[in-house]
C-alpha cells in the first residue's frame, strides 16, 4: 500500500513538474514578448506562445498540447501583443503603411513589407511623418526616380538623355507632338490622397498648357501641356496635377505660364489651379536649343520678373491632392511636348509619387 502510495505521489510529482517547466517557459517568452528577455528565445522561432498569441483573436485564451507525450500549456494574456513584435516575427500582414502606423505608434520612416490584395508581399517606402505632405504619416510611396543616384534608370515608358551633362529622363525625342508615359500603382490599396514632387529643367522655348495654341486640345486624354501630366483612370483620365514649363518668365502670352503676372494664358478647366508652372528663359536669351540649367523648374526658386505668383505656394516643390472618391486606379505619368526636339523639351530627374 505504501508503495503504491509512492508510486501515485511520483506519477503526481512528475506531471506537477512538467506542467510548472511548461509554464516557466511560457512565462520568459510572455517576458520576452514585453521587451524583457530576446523575443525567440524558445523552442521554435516564432515560438508558439507567439505563433498563437499574437492573434488578436486568441486574447485571453488558454491551449493545450499533446507533443511526444508531454503537454504544453499556452496562456494568452487578454491584451494584444505588442504588434511591432509579431510583425517582425512575421505572425501579421499589415496592408498599407497608415495601417503599420495605426498599430506601431511610433513607427519610423523607411521600408516595410506590405501584403497586396493578390496575396503578394513587396517592400515599400512608408513616409511615417508627411512633413511634405499632410503633416500626418501613413504615406506609401508608389512611385520614384531620382537620376542623381548611382546607377538610377529612367522607368519604362521613359527615355534616358543626357542635356547639358545631366542624364535625365523625357519623352522620345523622336516624337513630335504628343506624349509618353509611365504608370506608377500598388495593387488593390484604396486611396483618397496623392502627394508628391517633380524637378524638370528647361530646353528649348516650351509653351506651358496650350489648349487654344499649337495645335492643342481642351481633351485631357491628348497632350495640353509642355510638361507633366499626372492622372488616374481612363476614358477619361483624371486629373492630379500638371508641371508645366512657360516660355520665358518676363512674358504675358498664351505661352507663358497661366501664374505670370498679366498673363493672357489660362487653364483648362479639369487643371484649375492644380498645376505648377516656371520659366529658366526670358525673351533675351530665349533659343530653341538651349539647355536652361540654371534655373531648376518647379522648385520655388529664382520666380522672377512676372512669375513670382508661381511659386506663391506653400507647399511648392510638393503637391498634395484630395480626390472626390477613394479608387484603386493605377497612377499615370505623362510626359508632353507640342514640338518635338530640339524646339522643345522638359525633361526631369526627380519624381516622387505617394498616396494615402
Given at each position: 500500500?505504501?508503495?503504491?502510495?509512492?508510486?501515485?505521489?511520483?506519477r503526481?510529482?512528475?506531471?506537477?513538474?512538467?506542467?510548472?517547466l511548461?509554464?516557466?517557459?511560457?512565462?520568459?517568452?510572455a517576458?520576452?514578448?514585453?521587451?524583457?528577455?530576446?523575443?525567440?528565445t524558445?523552442?521554435?522561432?516564432?515560438?508558439?506562445?507567439?505563433?498563437?498569441?499574437?492573434?488578436?483573436?486568441n486574447n485571453?485564451?488558454?491551449?493545450?498540447?499533446?507533443?511526444?507525450n508531454?503537454?504544453t500549456?499556452?496562456?494568452?494574456?487578454?491584451?494584444?501583443?505588442?504588434?511591432?513584435?509579431?510583425?517582425?516575427?512575421?505572425?501579421?500582414?499589415?496592408?498599407?503603411?497608415?495601417?503599420?502606423?495605426?498599430?506601431?505608434?511610433?513607427?519610423?520612416?523607411?521600408?516595410?513589407?506590405?501584403?497586396?490584395?493578390n496575396?503578394?508581399?513587396?517592400?515599400?517606402?512608408?513616409?511615417?511623418?508627411?512633413?511634405?505632405?499632410?503633416?500626418?504619416?501613413?504615406w506609401?510611396r508608389?512611385?520614384?526616380?531620382?537620376?542623381?543616384?548611382?546607377g538610377?534608370?529612367?522607368?519604362q515608358?521613359l527615355?534616358s538623355?543626357?542635356?547639358g551633362g545631366?542624364?535625365?529622363?523625357?519623352?522620345s525625342?523622336g516624337l513630335?507632338?504628343?506624349c509618353?508615359?509611365?504608370f506608377?500603382?500598388?495593387i488593390?490599396?484604396?486611396?483618397t490622397?496623392?502627394?508628391?514632387?517633380?524637378r524638370?529643367y528647361?530646353?528649348?522655348a516650351?509653351?506651358?498648357?496650350?489648349?487654344?495654341?499649337?495645335?492643342?486640345?481642351?481633351n485631357?486624354?491628348d497632350?495640353?501641356?509642355?510638361g507633366?501630366s499626372i492622372?488616374?483612370?481612363?476614358?477619361?483620365?483624371?486629373?492630379?496635377?500638371?508641371?508645366?514649363?512657360?516660355?520665358?518668365a518676363?512674358?504675358?502670352?498664351?505661352?507663358?505660364?497661366?501664374?505670370n503676372?498679366?498673363?493672357?494664358?489660362?487653364?483648362?478647366s479639369?487643371?484649375?489651379?492644380?498645376?505648377?508652372?516656371?520659366?529658366?528663359a526670358?525673351?533675351?536669351?530665349?533659343?530653341?536649343?538651349i539647355f536652361?540649367s540654371?534655373?531648376i523648374?518647379?522648385?520655388?526658386?529664382q520666380?522672377d520678373?512676372?512669375?513670382?505668383?508661381?511659386?506663391?505656394?506653400s507647399?511648392i516643390?510638393?503637391?498634395?491632392?484630395?480626390?472626390p472618391?477613394?479608387?484603386?486606379?493605377?497612377?499615370e505619368?505623362r510626359?508632353c511636348?507640342?514640338?518635338?526636339?530640339?524646339?522643345?523639351?522638359t525633361?526631369?530627374?526627380?519624381?516622387?509619387?505617394?498616396?494615402?
Amino acid at each position: 500500500m505504501l508503495a503504491g502510495n509512492r508510486f501515485s505521489l511520483t506519477r503526481m510529482s512528475s506531471h506537477y513538474f512538467a506542467f510548472l517547466l511548461s509554464f516557466i517557459v511560457l512565462l520568459y517568452e510572455a517576458n520576452a514578448s514585453s521587451g524583457m528577455g530576446h523575443c525567440t528565445t524558445g523552442y521554435r522561432t516564432p515560438s508558439l506562445y507567439h505563433q498563437y498569441c499574437c492573434l488578436s483573436a486568441n486574447n485571453g485564451k488558454a491551449f493545450k498540447m499533446n507533443e511526444s507525450n508531454f503537454y504544453t500549456y499556452i496562456f494568452c494574456p487578454t491584451a494584444d501583443l505588442p504588434k511591432a513584435l509579431c510583425y517582425s516575427l512575421g505572425l501579421i500582414n499589415f496592408y498599407s503603411c497608415s495601417e503599420v502606423l495605426e498599430n506601431i505608434p511610433n513607427a519610423a520612416s523607411g521600408y516595410y513589407s506590405i501584403s497586396q490584395s493578390n496575396g503578394s508581399i513587396v517592400s515599400v517606402y512608408c513616409d511615417m511623418e508627411g512633413s511634405n505632405c499632410d503633416g500626418n504619416g501613413g504615406w506609401i510611396r508608389i512611385g520614384y526616380i531620382n537620376m542623381t543616384e548611382p546607377g538610377a534608370t529612367c522607368p519604362q515608358g521613359l527615355y534616358s538623355y543626357t542635356y547639358g551633362g545631366k542624364t535625365l529622363c523625357d519623352k522620345s525625342q523622336g516624337l513630335g507632338n504628343g506624349c509618353n508615359s509611365t504608370f506608377f500603382s500598388f495593387i488593390g490599396l484604396n486611396y483618397t490622397k496623392v502627394c508628391g514632387q517633380a524637378r524638370g529643367y528647361q530646353f528649348g522655348a516650351p509653351d506651358s498648357i496650350y489648349p487654344n495654341s499649337e495645335g492643342g486640345t481642351e481633351n485631357i486624354d491628348d497632350a495640353y501641356v509642355d510638361g507633366l501630366s499626372i492622372t488616374h483612370g481612363s476614358s477619361p483620365r483624371q486629373h492630379i496635377w500638371t508641371y508645366a514649363v512657360g516660355v520665358t518668365a518676363d512674358e504675358v502670352s498664351a505661352f507663358s505660364c497661366p501664374c505670370n503676372n498679366g498673363t493672357t494664358a489660362t487653364t483648362p478647366s479639369y487643371v484649375g489651379n492644380d498645376y505648377y508652372c516656371e520659366s529658366g528663359a526670358t525673351t533675351s536669351n530665349i533659343y530653341s536649343d538651349i539647355f536652361y540649367s540654371h534655373d531648376i523648374m518647379w522648385d520655388g526658386q529664382q520666380c522672377d520678373y512676372l512669375e513670382s505668383p508661381c511659386c506663391s505656394n506653400s507647399t511648392i516643390p510638393w503637391f498634395i491632392k484630395t480626390l472626390p472618391q477613394s479608387v484603386t486606379d493605377d497612377i499615370e505619368l505623362r510626359m508632353c511636348s507640342s514640338n518635338g526636339y530640339p524646339a522643345e523639351a522638359t525633361p526631369v530627374d526627380v519624381i516622387e509619387i505617394y498616396i494615402h
